[in-house]
Structures are given as C-alpha cells and as structure tokens.
C-alpha cells in the first residue's frame, strides 16, 4: 500500500493540475476524494496499490477529478470503468460490481 504522504500529494498535484486550480483553496476537499477513492480501490475492490506504479496514481486522479467534477450524481464513464475492470483483473480484486 502506497504510504499516504508521497502517493496522496502526488495524487493532490495532478488532480488539481487536471482541474486547473492553483491555490489551495479546495486541497482539503481534494485530499478527501483522493482519500476515499484510495480507500474504496483498497478495501472495497481488493486491488493492492502500488506507490511506483503509475497506472495506479492515474487512475486515482483521474477518478478523483471525475468525482470531484460530478458531486457523485452521474455513472462513471466507460473509460473509467474498463480501466478499472483491468486494474481489478491485474491487481488483486475483490467483487466488481
């Protein structure tokens, strides 16, 4: 499991680099969404985060940065899904529901 401070700032970063923000302002909200997404790819979908790896790291932001965009009320896009399967697939995986 990757550990918290390296992986997650890293994750920070590139979300707020994907979205376009340079201050601060919302890194505490952030923080949360990389946090629960890290959380749910751990325990809910089995899948064994790896620091170096930067498939891993991508895929948190990239799903962070669709979360954050959409306040959870749209179904994640295909793209985001099939990648997610193959992390399931490769990575460990729990049930994918």
Do not use: C, W
């Not at 923000?21 to 899948?47: A, M, S």
């Not at 749209?74 to 992390?87: D, G, H, I, T, V």
Request: charged share 30%; net charge negative; glycine share 8%.
């Amino acid at each position: 499991m990757p550990t918290s401070s390296s992986f997650e700032e890293s994750a920070l970063t590139l979300v707020k680099s994907s979205l376009g923000y340079r201050t601060t302002v919302r890194d505490e909200l952030l923080k949360k969404i990389i946090d629960g997404v890290k959380n749910e790819l751990i325990e809910e979908k089995g899948i064994q985060l790896e620091e170096s790896n930067t498939t891993h790291l991508m895929f948190v932001v990239d799903l962070s940065a669709f979360r954050y965009e959409n306040k959870g009320a749209s179904a994640m896009p295909r793209n985001l899904e099939y990648r997610l399967r193959n992390l399931i697939i490769k990575y460990g995986g729990g049930s994918d529901e």
